[in-house]
Nanobody, 115 residues
């Protein structure tokens, strides 16, 4: 059974930082395209950043220079480090792993940026 478990969300002030983690079981992360998506109330889910098995990274312009993705193969975990957070970054953040016809999602973790 495949599970993606996110953690690390919470409430942070504007300008602050958070690190989200996504731990996988049942799959080997570095065989998959692993991405972080987010969905704010009333908005569509959008890709934030993704890392491919080749380590190629795709990142949304809105977070470029502030967010970074990394992968720890030994821990089978992907991280999203978020710096200089803005209120517009508030959303539920989801971890996703996909390859060919397989597509897995985590349950999401809430990030709220507010003073």
């Amino acid at each position: 059974q495949v599970q993606l478990v996110e953690s690390g969300g919470g409430l942070v002030q504007p300008g602050g930082s958070l690190r989200l983690s996504c731990a996988a079981s049942g799959i080997i992360f570095n065989h998959y395209v692993v991405g972080w998506y987010r969905q704010a109330p009333g908005k569509q889910r959008e890709l934030v950043v993704a890392i491919r098995p080749s380590d190629t990274i795709n990142i949304a312009d809105s977070v470029k220079g502030r967010f970074t993705i990394s992968r720890d193969n030994a821990k089978n975990t992907v991280y999203l480090k978020m710096n200089s957070l803005k209120p517009d970054d508030s959303a539920v953040y989801y971890c996703n792993a996909r390859i060919r016809f397989e597509n897995f999602w985590g349950q999401g973790t809430q990030v709220t940026v507010s003073s």
